[in-house]
């Protein structure tokens, strides 16, 4: 169902839910300076969810500022000329709100959740901080050694750090996304207070972002405040996404063998080249995520009751698929060993089961079990906002409304076949990378 809504003489804006409105309904509209808004109505609370996600992450960093869209996420903290440094914080948390931010290689995300009487204060902030940060000389530079730090506590410091930065580059040679989302130390030491500015206005405007919020709110009582905090902020021509590609390395696989001091376990991973959403084969992205299921999702998963159940050779065992990014990932598999049992029996017995899945394929009840459970998964996601506001965080990952809502009809609709030729096509090739990890005797 399509409605028009026509706020002021500025804005025109097209709101319609999906075809496919089964499971979060959304409401979704457009200023006329590009900025997207998501809601996904939520009764069950008086609390909102707020997710403005800029369509900027550090796959698009300047190639010897690797992190810089982080670094930037850090001092978008640090105030306008309307609010101080440090007052911004403090005005959500005297509301009895939490916020948060992240940076991925594609998008990075600013998070609140508050009681839906304060959406209106959020929501000028936000769009005050969207055009009117303040670039202060001495707060960069202290921000700069706060991100410093940062990097040496989560990998510097950390005894899988080297080994996490060492397989990011083996499977991206060229690409960003080899490089972590923090950057190395050289990158952090070039960081500008010019170059985050300049950064801030290449990439932070309306036309560049998604505005999603779920809640206790609805679309007629949002789109006025919306419309009155973002509406007067123009759009800019944004910059093309230019990003490194990889060669082609087929018939090669890169091995790494990591030993700390640090580390008590003995961890394999084995990881493979993998298509997405956007690639030559699109068709096999659907029965991938059925098959991460299916062979390490969960407790019911074939790995899981091979290796953890029935042998007792492993503590865990898991398949991961990268499924939300701009460009292809990798499908992961790992295993942790039992500390009753060797290595080799470890690394014997998964790539046995590999082997048989290429070559048996997986069976009908699999796929069912697998399906349902994904399906459950997301049953569970609509009951709080957390879970609507993941869902359509992909639509900064060129997917539609639509291909959101429709995720439990594609699910439904992969086969035995499907995933069947998905596993020949991506598990039946070579290797990518292959890892594994020990203690140091």
Same mark, same amino acid.
């Given at each position: 169902m399509i409605k028009l809504y026509t706020i002021g003489l500025s804005v025109m804006l097209a709101l319609s839910t999906s075809a496919h409105s089964e499971i979060f309904k959304p409401k979704t509209a457009k200023l006329d300076n590009g900025l997207e808004i998501v809601l996904i109505e939520n009764h069950l609370a008086p609390v909102v969810s707020i997710a403005l996600t800029y369509k900027i992450g550090t796959a698009d960093d300047p190639s010897d500022m690797i992190g810089l869209s982080h670094f930037l996420e850090h001092l978008m903290f640090k105030g306008t000329k309307k609010v101080p440094a440090g007052e911004f914080k403090e005005r959500i948390i005297s509301k009895g709100g939490m916020i948060n931010a992240y940076t991925t290689p594609d998008v990075t995300v600013y998070t609140c959740d508050i009681a839906v009487e304060h959406l209106d204060m959020v929501l000028e902030i936000e769009a005050d901080r969207m055009s009117n940060i303040v670039f202060d000389e001495k707060e960069t530079q202290a921000e700069q050694k706060v991100v410093m730090e940062e990097r040496r506590m989560r990998l510097d410091n950390n005894p899988l750090g080297a080994a996490y930065e060492t397989i990011l580059r083996a499977l991206f040679k060229y690409h960003p996304y080899g490089i972590p989302t923090i950057g190395y130390p050289q990158h952090i030491a070039a960081y500008t207070n010019e170059a985050a500015k300049d950064h801030y206005n290449k990439w932070y405007t309306p036309n560049n972002a998604v505005l999603i919020i779920s809640g206790d709110i609805t679309i007629d009582k949002l789109l006025p405040m919306v419309k009155k905090h973002f509406g007067g902020t123009p759009a800019r021509p944004l910059p093309a996404h230019m990003r490194l590609k990889d060669p082609v390395d087929k018939g090669v696989v890169q091995k790494i063998f990591i030993k700390s001091p640090r580390i008590s376990f003995v961890n394999f991973d084995w990881y493979y080249r993998a298509p997405n959403h956007q690639s030559e084969q699109r068709s096999h992205y659907y !029965? +991938?995520? /059925? %098959?991460?299921?299916? +062979?390490g999702g969960n407790a019911n998963s074939r790995l899981y009751k091979e290796l953890v159940d029935k042998k007792g050779i492993a503590l865990e065992a898991n398949a991961h698929y990268e499924d939300e990014s701009i460009d292809p990932k990798h499908f992961e598999i790992t295993a942790t060993l039992h500390p009753a049992h =060797? !290595? &080799? &029996? +470890? =690394?014997?017995? /998964? &790539?046995?089961q590999l082997k048989l899945l290429v070559d =048996?394929? /997986?069976? &009908? %009840?699999? %796929?069912k079990t697998a399906q349902r459970d994904l399906l459950a998964g997301l049953a569970f996601a609509r009951d709080g906002n957390s879970g609507a506001i993941n869902a359509f965080k992909r639509l900064a990952f060129g997917f539609s409304v639509n291909e959101v809502e429709s995720y439990p009809d594609k699910i439904r609709a992969v086969t035995v076949e499907q995933v069947d030729a998905a596993i020949k096509d991506i598990l039946g090739t070579e290797l990518a990378v292959y890892s594994e990890v020990h203690p140091a005797r």
């Open positions: !029965p +991938l995520i /059925v %098959l991460s299921q299916i +062979l =060797k !290595p &080799e &029996e +470890l =690394k014997a017995a /998964v &790539e046995e =048996k394929g /997986v069976t &009908e %009840l699999e %796929l």
